[in-house]
């Protein structure tokens, strides 16, 4: 059985992050997608909102939605995941990544991270650009799922 832990704070969930979902479930058994409860960040959907929107845009019948504080790796031992999937973009993302996929690997070694790229049509897509280009009254249409665009446009 092999279980994946796909983290992030999904605040909203995107196009992008839907693709690596998909890639994650044909890859491995059971994918948890694992929402932080980061009480630091000002975010723009609730954890409950985003719980609720990702359960329902994601139709992959192994996949799940959970939430989970405190460090990844401890959540993912609990979960018995063999795995940490992330998605990467650009090579901007590579240093954080591999900061973030190495001192992991310290904390609980026998935990892999593995990164998929997303296709290119979604490689500069970020729930900070979407916030930003939606804010100011551009359109995000066909960039993250009709549910988070729908809900976006409800609270304007
Ligand atoms: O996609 P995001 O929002 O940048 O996700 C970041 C996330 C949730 C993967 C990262 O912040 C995280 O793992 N936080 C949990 C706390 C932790 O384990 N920190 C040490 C990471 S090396």
């Known amino acids: 059985m092999r279980r994946a832990i796909y983290p992030g704070s999904f605040d909203p969930?995107?196009?992008?992050?839907?693709?690596?979902?998909?890639r994650s479930s044909k890859l491995f058994d059971e994918v948890v997608v694992a929402l932080l409860m980061n009480i630091d960040?000002?975010?723009m959907f609730s954890i409950q909102e985003r719980v609720?929107?990702?359960?329902?845009?994601?139709?992959?019948t192994n996949v799940r939605v959970d939430t989970f504080d405190g460090?990844?790796?401890?959540?993912?031992?609990?979960?018995?995941a063999q795995v940490i999937?992330?998605?990467?973009?650009?090579?901007?993302?590579?240093?954080?990544?591999?900061?973030?996929a190495l001192m992991n690997r310290r904390l609980a070694?026998?935990?892999?991270?593995?990164?998929?790229?997303?296709?290119e049509a979604y490689s500069y897509l970020s729930s900070r650009l979407i916030k930003e280009v939606h804010k100011l009254g551009g359109s995000i249409r066909g960039l993250?799922?009709?549910?988070?665009?729908?809900?976006?446009?409800?609270?304007?």
């Open 52 to 60: 609720d929107i990702m359960r329902e845009v994601i139709p992959w």
């Open 85 to 100: 999937v992330r998605g990467i973009r650009a090579v901007s993302d590579y240093e954080y990544e591999l900061q973030m």
């Open 71 to 80: 460090l990844l790796v401890h959540y993912a031992l609990q979960q018995q």
């Open 13 to 22: 969930i995107t196009m992008g992050h839907l693709d690596i979902i998909e």
């Open 144 to 156: 993250v799922p009709e549910a988070v665009e729908r809900s976006m446009l409800e609270r304007k």
């Open 41 to 43: 960040k000002q975010p």
């Open 109 to 119: 070694p026998n935990i892999e991270t593995v990164f998929l790229m997303a296709g």
